[in-house]
């Protein structure tokens, strides 16, 4: 609920609140961003320093700028901290100070135009009228609450008045002071293949920046961020996250003040930026949103996860299951064809999976990644019958089908670029620098905007598709267009394709979109406005995929990171990770399989059967119930928890990245969210260890004519392995409280099917289920396991 009292505003959510401030002098101040608190007590949490210190300057009103806590501030109007905007009008002056003039107060959001936002029943919006002081430019400062998920969204709109262009230099989304002292700061970052690490770093007096330059919004550094006050954990502590709705440049600052205040700001990065406002025009940032809790980490996750699966993700697959898929790509890369590809989708229906991806390869002139991006039209000699043959048969076989698409580039060497060289992104001046082979297309222009879209849509309304793999491979140079200045470009790009993705998807909602750019360099809110999934990274190795979709879970619900088993060893990393590992992992995301079935073992096939099965009978709860992480296990050790969220439900994941040291070590399976009051059983689910895990150690307890690398052995270990990990015990929540032992990890004295044959890189699930009342409360009740 929005309310206003005394020259003060109240946006109140569940837990949260957020207070600002009109002052004396006319600027917006930040007064309270925490928890829940009257209006009446706002005066009380208001800094408002009395007398000026040393070099301060002062205004006419006794009020001293650079000392304030902002809601929104100036340049050059004795705030020295980082300005949230930069102008430069005609006359080459570029001071700049915006004073509130009004406001008024809508039910839902306020409309924007060409860019993603939160979609709206039940959020209220303020949206505060400021002026420049001494120039005919507006600014809105529009607040968006979302009262049930406790997020706040922000955005900006200028408007230029006069007669006269501004130029606008900087322009964020968000800025806010807030008080405190040792504040951390977490981001995720990485490179391909390494996405979304979780850094996490204490802030001090200056400036810590985060921003990306590459066009998209980047596996350098995703636009999510979040301060933490010191000792924050995954329960407990004041968190404040904060996002973008936004798929390109983006760039956020942390700036910490002289006087130990936090200034903080998001939005399009300003480098590479400069935009024109004519006469009579206005200019909307992107939606920034941001949120607070005092229940550490695991509350802003549930807060933004929340708000994600409610407001984000398209209406149509808000609630709805995601298939399983088995995708071509790390099974045949380009070399695919009609009867591979059925080969491939019948083998993965009889394993469970549902949909076959047909990824990269299928269209004319793409024997490999160096020609034909651009062209639409299948190569006849893959696809004798044509993608309509291919697509009816896969759907005979009881499969959906799914196509991959790279509409955004061109191959030099394309029957498009011979046709149209213009449509690319290059200066006429220079070389063009070339990522995977590729040329971006200049989405900017409108006859590229409808190819693309006549393309796709043609492919959509042609073919039955369920799904599609929307790819992006390569980052933005050479920022020339005939259609708009080299400033404009990469922000002109973005809205232009959010353009094409509404057109296009707009008019196909049940086609489940699957965004991807090399993996996860474009893991934001604004695609996941069109598209329910993304793949997170083509790094699968589970190892890698721990820390990966670990730092994405800040941010980002499950159902929204795409995670496949690939083959071992791993092909980027050639690591060597038991099966089951693999499934557990993945199955903490959007399910699917990335591999040659063909080559696998009968015992991996009935493993896999299994798995699927697992996943079905979770799968509402696996896509979309709370996410938690663990944060008292060692470095070398993971766990996440997914609980329905009446807690009578849940799956549990442990994993270790390798074995922390020999000896007799012990885990705990610990879920401290789960109801204490109650009764639970506790079930590991069933998993086998390959007997070739055990090399010649087999030798111990084989017959001495057999060695454990003889053929023989190898043939038996592809029908049969070995039981691990089994438990199962009936207990009380309170026991998931403290912790319960599990079977031991195997230590080379000796098997029984209970114990944990983990080693390095071994992971298993455990699901919970409360049971009905007065069942499994029986005081003394022993665990099975012991
Ligand atoms: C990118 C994607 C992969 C795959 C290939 C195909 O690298 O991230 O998943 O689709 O392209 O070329």
């Keep these: 609920m929005i309310d206003v009292q005394d020259g003060y505003f109240r946006l109140a959510g569940r837990e949260t609140a957020m207070v600002l401030h009109v002052n004396e002098s006319g600027r917006l101040e930040m007064v309270h961003y925490g928890g829940p608190v009257a209006l009446s007590d706002a005066p009380f949490l208001r800094f408002h320093p009395l007398l000026t210190y040393g070099t301060e300057l002062e205004d006419d009103q006794g009020n001293f700028p650079d000392h304030e806590t902002l809601a929104w501030s100036g340049l050059g109007r004795g705030d020295f901290r980082e300005p949230p905007l930069e102008v430069h009008f005609s006359d080459s002056a570029f001071t700049n100070e915006f004073l509130y ?26 949206v505060i009228h400021m002026k420049e002081a001494a120039r005919p430019l507006d600014l809105d400062l529009v607040f968006t609450l979302f009262p049930d998920e406790d997020v706040i969204g922000r955005r900006v709109r200028l408007i230029n008045r006069g007669e006269e262009p501004v130029v606008l230099d900087k322009v964020m989304s968000t800025m806010m002071d807030l008080p405190g002292r040792d504040y951390g700061l977490l981001n ?211 499969m959906d089908f799914g196509l991959w698409v790279e509409p955004e580039s061109v191959n030099p060497d394309s029957d498009l670029y011979r046709a149209h060289p213009d449509y690319a992104i290059q200066s006429p001046d220079r070389t063009p620098i070339l990522g995977r082979h590729q040329l971006l297309l200049d989405l900017t222009r409108t006859e590229v905007q409808d190819y693309i879209v006549d393309q796709v849509n043609g492919l959509l309304d042609r073919l039955p598709i369920s799904y599609i793999k929307w790819d992006m491979n390569r980052h933005m140079a050479d920022f020339f267009s005939p259609t708009c200045p080299a400033g404009e470009l990469a922000h002109r790009y973005i809205l232009s394709l959010y353009r094409i993705l509404d057109r296009i998807f707009g008019t196909h909602p049940q086609v489940l979109l699957e965004m991807c750019s090399s993996g996860g360099n474009r893991f934001d809110l604004g695609m996941l406005v069109y598209a329910p999934q993304i793949w997170a990274s083509d790094d699968t190795d589970p190892v890698e995929r721990l820390t990966i979709q670990k730092g994405l879970s800040y941010f980002y619900p499950q159902s929204t990171i795409s995670c496949h088993v690939s083959a071992a060893p791993h092909s980027q990393t050639l690591r060597q990770t038991p099966l089951p590992t693999r499934f557990n992992v993945a199955a903490m995301g959007v399910l699917g399989y990335e591999l040659d079935l063909g080559r696998l073992s009968p015992v991996d096939k009935k493993a896999i059967q299994a798995q699927t099965a697992f996943y079905k009978d979770h799968r509402s709860l696996l896509q979309r119930g709370t996410f938690h992480r663990r944060d008292d296990l060692p470095d070398h050790q993971e766990g996440f928890a997914i609980l329905s969220p009446d807690r009578r439900e849940g799956v549990v994941l442990m994993a270790q990245r390798h074995l922390d040291h020999a000896g007799p070590a012990y885990d705990r399976l610990k879920v401290s969210q789960i109801d204490p009051d109650l009764s639970y059983m506790v079930r590991s689910r069933p998993q086998k260890c390959q007997l070739a895990r055990f090399g010649h150690l087999l030798n111990y307890v084989l017959p001495p004519y057999l060695k454990g690398d003889s053929l023989p052995v190898a043939i038996a270990g592809r ?14 929540g309170r026991a998931l409280h403290e912790g319960i032992f599990l079977p031991d990890q195997f230590k080379g004295s000796g098997y029984d099917k209970k114990l944990r044959l983990w080693g390095d890189y071994g992971a298993q699930l455990y699901t919970i289920q409360a049971l009905p009342e007065g069942e499994g409360e029986v005081e003394g009740e022993s665990n099975d396991n012991e």
Excluded at 104 to 117: F, R
Excluded at 719 to 732: C, N, S, Y
């Design 719 to 732: 029908h049969m392995a070995l039981d691990e990990g089994e438990f199962e015990g009936r207990m009380t």
């Design 188 to 398: 995720l970052t990485g490179t391909w293949n390494r996405e979304a690490h979780p850094v996490f770093r204490k802030l001090d007096v200056g400036r810590t920046v985060q921003a990306s330059l590459t066009g998209a919004s980047s596996n350098r550094v995703n636009p999510a961020f979040a301060l933490y006050e010191k000792g924050t954990g995954e329960d407990r502590g004041r968190v404040y996250g904060f996002n973008l709705i936004y798929s390109g440049n983006h760039y956020a600052s942390v700036e910490e003040s002289p006087h130990h205040f936090y200034r903080v700001q998001a939005g399009i990065n300003p480098e590479g930026f400069s935009w024109t406002l004519r006469a009579g025009e206005t200019f909307e940032s992107p939606q920034a949103v941001m949120t607070t809790t005092d229940r550490g980490f695991g509350g802003m996750s549930d807060h933004f996860h929340r708000f994600i699966n409610k407001r984000i993700i398209p209406e149509a697959w808000q609630d709805r299951d995601r298939p399983i898929a088995i995708n071509s790509w790390e099974a045949m890369g380009p070399r695919v064809s009609e009867g591979s590809l059925l080969k491939l989708a019948k083998e993965g229906r009889d394993l469970g999976m549902e949909l076959l991806v047909l990824d990269d390869g299928w269209f004319q002139g793409r024997e490999s990644d160096t020609a034909g991006l651009g062209d639409y039209s299948e190569d006849a000699k893959k696809l004798p019958g044509g993608l309509d043959r291919l697509a009816r048969k896969v759907r005979d076989l009881g």
């Design 101 to 126: 003039d009004s406001h008024e107060i809508l039910e839902g959001t306020c409309p924007m135009k060409g860019l993603p936002s939160g979609r709206g029943e039940g959020a209220q919006s303020l």
